[in-house]
């Protein structure tokens, strides 16, 4: 597609349920990251994929959240028994590749609320 | 440990006049410097960005001016449009085109 692709836009669910959020980036893209914003905060690193292989899964906040990537494009980031803290926008974003001056292209993001 | 910080949650400027946006950060090791705008329910787009061994790019009214020994990054806007009312994020970029972004300054122009 012409940008990143990111599904729900929208996730209302209820505290211990489990969700799964979409991201299909610029194809060509090898790239992918994930960013959360959470009310009135900058954007939080959580997790970056060069292809399938993910070098810097540093920013999980915990074992909760996992992600994956599949055929070197989707991404899905699950997060398992979600608590109200996870309530944030989920942001995907992908790179140019050797584009190294750190301009990513962003989707618009999945607002998750944990009820 | 927030190593990058815009310490000013908001600006109100009236239109055609200068914006400028501050920014900190401790990483010494960023090598990069963006400047990323954000509208409510959209994502971030980038805006502009600097080199670590450049100290000023412009780019139509939008210059960025980076002062190493200081650590600290300042976005101005000449002149500022009713448009350009959004949410600028500072960010530095580490190895594998990592991201560290600040909290974010929201920009008011008034017409």
């Known amino acids: 597609g012409a940008g990143v692709s990111q599904s729900p836009s929208n996730k209302v669910t209820e505290k211990g349920k489990d969700v799964e959020l979409r991201c299909d980036p610029i194809?060509?893209?090898?790239?992918l990251y994930w960013y959360r914003q959470s009310l009135g905060q900058g954007l939080e690193f959580l997790i970056y994929?060069?292809?399938?292989?993910?070098?810097?899964k540093s920013g999980l906040p915990s074992d909760r959240f996992s992600a994956e990537r599949t055929g070197g494009s989707v991404s899905t980031l699950t997060i398992q028994r979600t608590q109200q803290e996870d309530s944030a926008v989920y942001l995907c974003?992908?790179?140019?590749?050797?584009?190294?001056?750190?301009?990513?292209?962003f989707g618009e993001g999945s607002r998750l609320t944990v009820l | 440990d927030q190593q990058v910080k815009q310490n000013s949650p908001s600006l109100s400027v009236q239109e055609g006049r200068i914006s400028i946006l501050n920014c900190d950060y401790t990483?010494?090791?960023?090598?990069?410097f963006l400047w990323y705008k954000k509208y409510p329910a959209e994502g971030p787009t980038f805006l502009i960005s600097i080199s670590s061994i450049k100290d000023k790019n412009e780019d139509g009214r939008f210059t960025v001016f980076l002062n190493k020994s200081a650590k600290h990054l300042s976005l101005h806007i000449v002149p500022s449009q009713p448009g350009d009312s959004a949410v600028y994020f500072c960010?530095?970029?580490?190895?594998?085109?990592?991201?560290?972004f600040g909290g974010g300054t929201r920009v008011l122009v008034k017409p």
């Open positions: 990483n010494s090791m960023f090598d990069y």
């Open positions: 994929f060069q292809g399938n292989s993910a070098p810097d």
């Open positions: 194809s060509g893209h090898t790239a």
């Open positions: 960010a530095g970029k580490a190895a594998g085109n990592k991201l560290t």
């Open positions: 974003a992908s790179r140019i590749p050797g584009l190294n001056t750190g301009e990513l292209f």
